[in-house]
Each structure stands twice: as C-alpha cells, then as structure tokens.
C-alpha cells in the first residue's frame, strides 16, 4: 500500500525500493475496512472493477455487533450520517419517542439493507445514496482529509494477500524496484540514522528514507533505534486472536453487506463474508482464556465447515509506538501501533499514515518539524480509537462472567471519565468527541452508546418543549426510503457476479 501510494503522489520524481521476505510471511487477516478506504482507491485511480473481483472483495455497509447488551440483541454501526430535524440529531428525537425498539432502523436506512442483505449499488452501478457525490472526473484525486465531515456510505471487505498481490503489479509497472530478499542487518551511523539494510541475497541496500512495514517486530524503529512502545493493554485487555479462513457456498448462505463482531466470554469473534469464504476469528485476552479454547470456540461457533481449515495464532501487540517517524525511518502499520480488530482500524491507520506521510515529506533540509507534526498526528488518531473501542467495553451491558464484568471497572484512557459524564446528558456532538482527527464522527459514538445499552442515556431536555411533528415525518421518511431500496437493490452475491462475467466479457 506504502509503494503504489508513494508511486502515485510522487511518480518517478523518487525512487522506491521495497524489500519482502519470501520465507517471512503476513498475517494476513486485515480484510474489513473503513469507509475511508475509498480514497485509497480513488488516489491510485483504480476503479472498482478493476481490482474488486482480484481480491474476492465485497461491499461494507456498517459493523453489527451481536449479543453485546443481551444475547439474541444486534445493533449496527453504519457508514451513514446523522439526520437531523430542527438542529437536534434523529438519535435525540428517538431517546424522547422510539419509533421501536431498534434505534439502528428507526434512525438509518442501512441498517435495514443489511438486515435484508442488500447491495449498496444497483446492478447498472449507480449508488443508492445519490447524496453522495462521486468524483469520477480523473483530475482531482480525493484523500481523508478531502472529504472530513462527509459519510462515504461503504468500506470494502478483501482478501488481503490478493490485495497485497494487485498492488505488487501496480506499484512494479509505476517505476518501484520489487526485492524479494531477507533483511539480515539494519546499519545505522553516529547519528543514529539508518545508512543501508544488508540483505541476504542482494548485499546493502542504502535510502534516504526507511519505511518500516515489519509488522509487530518492528525491527527498524523499535529495534534498531529502540523507541519505546507505548502499550494500551490497560485500558484493552484483548492481545491475542484465532484465525479461520473458511470456503463456502456464498450463493446459498448469502453475502451479508457487513462485519460482524458476536461477544464471546472472553472478547468477540468476527465474521466477514468474502465472494467465496468468510474470514472469522475470534479475538481474546488470555487472562481469561487459553489458546486452545478459544481455537474450539471458534469452530464450534462456525460449524462443522471449519473442522479441517487450519487455524492462524496471533499474539497482538496493543499500543503504538511513542514516535512513528524517528530520525529517516517512518513506521507504518503495526509497527507503528495497533489497537485490536475491533471496527476495523488497522488498514484505515496505514491509509491514513501513508496519506500523513506524503503530506510532510523531507526535504534536502530535514526540517523536524514535519517529523514532529507528523508524529503528533499519528498519536493523536490511535489514541483517539482507543478510546472510542474502550468505549464499546465501558458501554456493554452484558455483565455474565467475569471478563464482561471486569469491562466496566477496567482504567479507562484520560478524557473519557469526563466525557461519558457529558453524554450522559446529551449525546455526543463534534464538541465533545475526541478533538483530534481519528476517522470516528460523533455519530459513531452515537451508535455505540445507544446499541451496547450499558449507560444511562437520555434525550436533550430543549425537546420537551419542541414540536415532534417534523421528526415523525422524517422518521416515516426514513422508513419508506429504506422499504423502497430493499425491494430495488440487489443482493451482493448477484451484483458481484454480475461484475465477473461483464469483467471476463461473458
């Protein structure tokens, strides 16, 4: 992602080697995204049709969490922004007078798509949210930061390794030298600035600049230049995951247009539904459970279909580093840091420090202060994830065992005492969110405090004395708008297909 990024901002105006272990391999797992994955895409100007069906991708409406407040209870945090009627979201209008039960429906159209397994696209390609204007021009490339404060309306779920394969081709035909080699030494000088890397096969290789992409060992940052680790394992427990990747038949059981997270006893299992498979795993902390239980919980909540598929360990490394950019080498991510699978941030936090990176890009001068700007925007966005996950712990209701118990009294990261206190009398808005930029509106935080029904809420008291009259309407609105798209979109499974044959010309 690094390469064909840099390849793109930059073209041949720099040179760009890219050094992979064939013996060293991935993890591999990261195959859900966030919306703003879009302008990854949209950067390399690759359309759709051009990498999707290569990756086995599929579309990314929203997160359903299943069985936080209750068993049996779901709720959805979707790619939507807020409605509002009279300058107060529908959210506020929902905590005076539910429609029903289900915040999610009554105030979103795509919880109801996914519920209904829906495609966010039509079968001729037009996207069912027409307020979302799509740049399809070819001169201005869309980024993060172009569009804040916009709701792209989906994210993507890929096969990783295929992803990782498209871009090898595109970054190689844009000018990036491909190393396939083992990086046996880091060279530093008396500065402490990397000089070369020594590989086994191809001798030194020398830059100006290192991108460390070596995962949790972190070998060029952490290692070579020792700069600490800053760890989040007080505040998230989970450090360790169990990974299947099981074939199925998607005609038959249906591509569901969402990630889902179920609450397990000892942290959650994911499911994400790829053109033939679903990925899943179950993420925990073992000091509530051992390695072994969690691999049987995991095929036992997958079915008999997961008996022969082998399983992927993981020990997560939870945290960041204190700085991602030291002296010329510039992590990005996990070396950089990592907070858990949870609403699925590890890809967004590479995206958006590859789009950190173009932005404050040395100089002949090495001015630090671009390092310093950069690294404070880096911390600055894990740090805020953090606590909007944390906030997903402190807010479940569920409280059967011990580890769901222990969510509640767990440290919680400084700031977020003070702003629960705050939502507890009015939902969160853009002034009491986390300040910084962390890719999660106040909306997101909505969804989560209204869905996981562990705190307290309540409506904002000017309501009492407004008229509910245009919020009813906007809610039957809502509903029809919703009915009229179930029954006209496709399902994914009939528009991916559908894209394979125009694609192969059948």
Not at 179 to 187: H, M, N, Y
Not at 197 to 210: A, C, I, N, P, S
Not at 251 to 264: D, E, H, K, L
Request: aromatic share 12%.
């Amino acid at each position: 992602m690094t390469a064909s990024y840099l390849a793109a901002a930059f073209g041949d105006r720099v040179s760009i080697t890219l050094v992979e272990s064939g013996r060293i391999g991935t993890i591999g797992v990261g195959e859900a995204t966030f919306s703003d994955i879009r302008h990854f895409f949209d950067f390399l100007g690759l359309d759709e049709t051009e990498w999707m069906p290569a990756c086995n991708a599929t579309y990314k409406l929203a997160v359903r969490f299943e069985n936080w407040r209750r068993p049996g209870h779901h709720f959805y945090h979707p790619f939507e922004q807020m409605r509002s009627v009279d300058g107060f979201p529908l959210t506020d209008w929902w905590l005076r007078e539910p429609v029903t039960d289900r915040f999610d429906r009554d105030c979103f159209v795509i919880a109801s798509l996914c519920d209904a397994g829906r495609n966010p696209r039509h079968l001729d390609g037009r996207l069912f949210e027409q307020d979302f204007v799509e740049r399809r021009d070819g001169n201005a490339r869309s980024t993060i930061a172009a569009y804040q404060g916009a709701q792209i309306p989906y994210a993507y779920h890929f096969e990783a390794h295929l992803l990782a394969k498209f871009l090898t081709g595109y970054a190689t035909q844009r000018g990036v030298r491909h190393v396939v080699d083992d990086v046996d030494d880091v060279a530093v000088d008396g500065r402490g600035w990397v000089t070369h890397v020594r590989t086994r096969e191809h001798g030194d290789l020398t830059g100006d600049l290192f991108v460390d992409c070596t995962g949790f060992r972190a070998l060029l940052l952490n290692k070579k230049l020792a700069e600490p680790f800053v760890s989040y394992q007080d505040t998230l427990p989970n450090d360790s995951a169990v990974a299947l990747q099981v074939p199925l038949d998607m005609a038959a059981r249906g591509i569901r247009p969402c990630t889902t997270a179920t609450a397990q006893d000892a942290g959650w299992i994911w499911t994400i539904p790829l053109f033939g498979r679903i990925g899943t795993g179950y993420v925990y902390a073992r000091d509530y459970c051992e390695p072994e239980e969690a691999e049987r919980v995991l095929r036992e909540f997958v079915g008999p279909e997961a008996a022969d598929v082998p399983a992927n360990h993981i020990r997560m490394r939870i945290g960041r580093s204190r700085n991602s950019w030291v002296n010329n080498v510039v992590a990005v991510g996990l070396s950089s840091g990592f907070v858990e699978p949870l609403e699925s941030t590890g890809i967004f936090f590479i995206h958006h420090a590859i789009e950190q990176l173009v932005k404050f890009f040395p100089g002949p001068d090495w001015n630090p202060t671009l390092r310093t700007m950069y690294n404070s925007a880096i911390a600055h966005c894990m740090d805020g994830v953090r606590e909007f996950l944390v906030l997903h712990y402190k807010g479940a209701a569920r409280d059967d065992n011990a580890y769901w118990r222990d969510a509640k009294t767990r440290v919680i990261p400084d700031g977020l005492a003070e702003r629960l206190e705050l939502w507890q009398t009015k939902l969160p808005d853009a002034e009491t969110v986390f300040p910084y930029y962390h890719g999660l509106p106040p909306y997101s935080y909505m969804c989560i405090l209204l869905g996981t029904g562990g705190i307290p809420l309540r409506p904002s008291p000017a309501l009492r004395l407004a008229d509910e009259q245009a919020a009813r309407k906007e809610f039957q609105a809502l509903r029809d708008k919703a009915d009229e798209l179930v029954r006209a979109l496709p399902s994914q499974h009939e528009y991916f297909s559908r894209m394979r044959r125009q694609q192969s010309g059948l």
